[in-house]
Structures are given as C-alpha cells and as structure tokens.
C-alpha cells in the first residue's frame, strides 16, 4: 500500500460504479468502510482490499467518517440511506460531510441536503460521468453543486476517484448538469443508432460509414462507445438502460420546470421506454437498438 491518508471516508453503494470508485480510494490509502445491500458484494470487496473495513449498517459506517459518499441508483434509495432509522446521518459525527455521487435529480438533491443541514451535517451532490472504464480507471468528472469550502474539504477523495473535478453551482446543480449531460449522451446514442439502420438499410458498408462518421465533425463518445456493441448487440451493461431512462426523465422534468422544450430528448426517452418494456432494462442502454430496430422492421 502506497501512501495513507487521514481523511476517514465511508462509501455507500458497491454496484458497477460505486464498487470501481471505492476501489480507487483504497488504492490511494484511504481509511475506508464500506456497506453494500447485498453483504456478499461488501465481504468480497474486502477480501480484495484487505486494509478495508465492513460496516453491518449505513449508520455504522458513517460513525468515525470525515467524508460519506454513496453511489446507489436513485433520490429514495439515497434519502433511506442518509436518513433512515438506520442511515448513515444517524451514526455521524456532527460537521460529517455527505457527498452523493448518484443521479437523484435537482429536487432529491435539494430536499436531502435541507434534511441533513438541520442535524448539523453538510451535503454536496456531486454526480459522475464516464462509465465503468472511467469508474475502473479513476478518470471520472464530478459535477459537483454545494459550498465550496465542502467542494475543497472532498476534493482529496474526489481526486482519487476522477480526473476533471468541476464545482459547477450552489446545490442541486451537479444534478442539473448532470441530467442535461446525460440526455444529451442518450440523444446521440440514439442518432447513432438511427444512422447505422439507415447505412444497412441502404446496402451502405457499416464499418466504412464508422470510419468516416469517426473521423470529423460527427465523431463522439456515443459513437465510439455504443456503435459496435450495437452491431454486435453486445450489451453487457456499463450504464444500465433503465438508468438512463431515469436520468432522461429527470432532464425532461427540469426543462418543463424551466419552460423550455426538448424534443429530441423527449423522443430518445420513448425510445428508451419502448427498448426497456420489451426486457432490456437491466443492460447497457446501447439495446435501445433493439426499440429502434423493431420500429423500422430492420436489424443490425
């Protein structure tokens, strides 16, 4: 083990993401505890990073914490978690800082921050972007809304976990940019799903239309990342469909709150409905292929 740090952190959530991102903080010398629904998952998290601790609850995990991040899927897991009978905010130190990695939406956001300020505690939503290889290789962005003397107070940890650490408003707006950014990812998702049923449909060459679509003005991480496992529909999940259909959701309710339309992210949320009603929530949301296949009687 390298270097060792004093900062004591709990993480919260050990799923696909949460599981990778903890496991950077480990590395990095962290005094960490972890707690995990399933306890399988959190005992075979510490058989691989011995200098771990298991907590048997989120309150007992957060009782010796400077710092309690968690990464679940949604703003009631979050709330149960942090604010349960038996959360973490039952078991911390007053000043303890709770720093919520997971896509919960604006209004969550705000309403758990409020809770947890009138016990004494600190909050910051601060939601990721990159996926599981980012996750695995700690290169993650954090979008990151609250004060920022909190932003500087986590900033050690956030490091360990991400390479652009972005302090992008007051609270709730880490959740706001992280929303918009993902809708805008499953949009193109979709155009690039769209495009490749175009280029098939018309006899045209899949790998020379990627070739080009890659090398100008239409490449992107959507194309890079989802193109070929459409193709080959490999779905093997790094950012489940459902997921991303929350997330969709979520955008979509922030901009009819704001009044403004956003109609090719309305569309993609149909098409991530219609993709997770025919079974194919639970994998990478690059089977939205499948919805759009079915649409245009054409298949990949």
């Known amino acids: 083990m390298g270097k060792v740090r004093s900062m004591r952190v709990a993480f919260i959530g050990l799923g696909i993401m949460g599981s990778r991102m903890a496991a950077n903080l480990a590395r990095d010398g962290f005094d960490l505890t972890v707690w995990n629904r399933t306890t399988s998952v959190a005992e075979q998290f510490v058989a691989e990073h011995p200098h771990v601790s298991v907590a048997a609850s989120p309150k007992a995990a957060a009782t010796e914490a400077d710092v309690v991040f968690t990464m679940v899927v949604d703003g009631p897991q979050v709330e149960a978690l942090l604010l349960g009978g038996d959360g973490a905010a039952a ?3 007053p000043g303890t800082l709770f720093v919520d990695c997971s896509t919960i939406g604006v209004t969550a956001a705000v309403a758990i921050g409020g809770r947890l300020d009138a016990i004494g505690m600190r909050f910051l939503d601060a939601p990721v972007t990159g996926s599981k290889p980012a996750a695995q290789d700690g290169t993650l962005t954090f979008m990151v809304g609250g004060a920022e003397q909190d932003f500087e107070r986590a900033k050690p940890a956030l490091e360990a976990m991400g390479r652009l650490l972005v302090h992008v408003g007051p609270r709730g707006h880490g959740q706001l940019i992280k929303v918009i950014n993902n809708a805008v990812a499953a949009t193109n998702a979709t155009t690039v799903g769209q495009a490749l049923l175009v ?6 060459d899949l790998d020379a239309l990627l070739r080009v679509l890659g090398a100008g003005a239409a490449s992107s991480g959507m194309l890079e990342l989802k193109a070929r496992p459409m193709i080959a529909h490999d779905y093997t999940p790094l950012f489940k469909l459902d997921h ?6 979520l955008c979509l309710d922030e901009a009819a709150a704001a009044g403004v339309p956003f109609e090719f992210a309305k569309e993609t949320e149909g098409v991530l409905a219609d993709a997770s009603a025919m079974g194919y929530g639970n994998v990478d949301f690059a089977a939205l292929i499948e919805a759009l296949q079915a649409a245009t009687e054409t298949s990949l």
């Open 91 to 93: 078991g911390a130190p």
């Open 199 to 204: 280029g098939r449909r018309a006899g045209a």
């Open 244 to 249: 991303m259909l929350k997330d969709v959701r």
